[in-house]
């Protein structure tokens, strides 16, 4: 494991590209909104587009984007090399509505233990104030998405939906997610269950919470010997951000902390490489601005040395990457991402989606 005076490297073989862009929209957040392997080299990416007039500040407001913008998705069919478009997932202002006042009443069960069958989980109107939490479903890899499925509040005020799902070793789907109650002063990573295929759902417990800061954007993986591990944001302020990791050794009734990631960055996401080994990427908001990364080898207890995918970055306004290991053992990352662009009147460049492969090192 990583020694005291460990200090970022630089991945040596990491191949950058563009995913996504249109310089006349705001492209984000493929955290919020799903990324999955459905066969070997096969990847589809979701993320959400708005039209941005970039000389417009007001523009570039997230909660403008997430509010009337859309979810798109793109396909790789060689591993991240190149990219094709896959289509529109989920128009927001239309399926807020749908959320809010007419969600499919009657959901058909879905098996998500096969790999065409994709959730992807967002909030309505947004992600701010006391947003309802819904997820829709496509059956056939991406191709299509059937109607959209509004969430239990239970206890919660405000839901933040995100695709962070895993099935548990009992067959139920454990979807980790964002509430707030009124009693609580910030927000708290949650765990809804689901024992019959996604049709009812049930609130769990929390897997982990603060009264100084929010907790939030829960990232879970199941490991071999049955435990579920999940990453977590911690977020006092947006200059102090960074990743933790929590453990149910329950199938996600109980949690307790096991090990912080890094130092800054986030949110992360954890993927289980077929190796074995956990993988947590991140954003990293500070110069020099990009994407980072931490191996695991001993099941999210401690972490190797900080990789540097990218630093290219032009603001902090980047990162939410998601990650999918490819048939030949590399690893893609998916994220959004602004270069220094003279030619944009904004700070750092046109917000778009990027990728980097790269193969995924020892842990020292």
């Not at 630089?10 to 310089?23: K, M, Q, S």
Request: aromatic share 10%.
């Amino acid at each position: 494991m990583a020694t005291a005076d460990s200090s970022p490297s630089r991945i040596p073989d990491a191949e950058h590209t563009v995913v996504y862009r249109d310089d006349d929209e705001f492209c984000s957040w493929p955290f919020n909104v799903g990324m999955w392997r459905i066969a070997d080299d096969d990847i589809l990416v979701a993320f959400i587009r708005c039209e941005c007039d970039y000389s417009v500040p007001g523009n570039l407001t997230h909660r403008r984007v997430e509010t009337y913008g859309e979810i798109y998705s793109m396909r790789t069919r060689d591993g991240g090399e190149t990219w094709e478009d896959a289509g529109v997932i989920a128009h927001n202002p239309t399926t807020s509505d749908e959320a809010r006042y007419g969600a499919d009443p009657d959901p058909d069960p879905v098996d998500l233990t096969d790999p065409e069958t994709l959730l992807t989980c967002w909030s309505a109107p947004n992600s701010a104030v006391n947003p309802t939490g819904w997820i829709k479903v496509s059956e056939n890899g991406g191709r299509t998405w059937g109607p959209t499925r509004a969430l239990p509040s239970f206890i919660f005020d405000r839901i933040q939906g995100r695709p962070s799902y895993v099935v548990r070793p009992d067959g139920a789907i454990l979807l980790t997610l964002t509430g707030r109650s009124e009693n609580d002063p910030h927000d708290r990573s949650v765990a809804y269950v689901s024992f019959d295929g996604g049709v009812n759902w049930t609130f769990v417990g929390y897997i982990a919470g603060s009264d100084d800061y929010r907790m939030i954007c829960p990232s879970p993986v199941v490991l071999d010997d049955g435990r579920i591990v999940a990453a977590v944001r911690c977020k006092p302020k947006s200059q102090a951000n960074w990743v933790e990791v929590y453990e149910s050794k329950d199938v996600g009734r109980r949690w307790s902390y096991l090990s912080r990631v890094n130092d800054h960055g986030e949110p992360g996401h954890l993927i289980r490489l077929d190796d074995g080994r956990l993988l947590c990427v991140y954003g990293y908001r500070h110069p020099p601005y990009g994407i980072r990364a931490r191996v695991s080898d001993d099941g999210g207890r401690s972490w190797g040395r900080e990789w540097i995918l990218r630093d290219d970055g032009g603001v902090y306004d980047l990162g939410y990457p998601r990650a999918a290991e490819v048939e030949d053992g590399r690893v893609v990352v998916a994220y959004y991402f602004n270069e220094d662009e003279p030619d944009c009147p904004a700070d750092g460049g046109v917000r778009h989606i990027a990728a980097t492969t790269f193969d995924v090192p020892e842990v020292e």
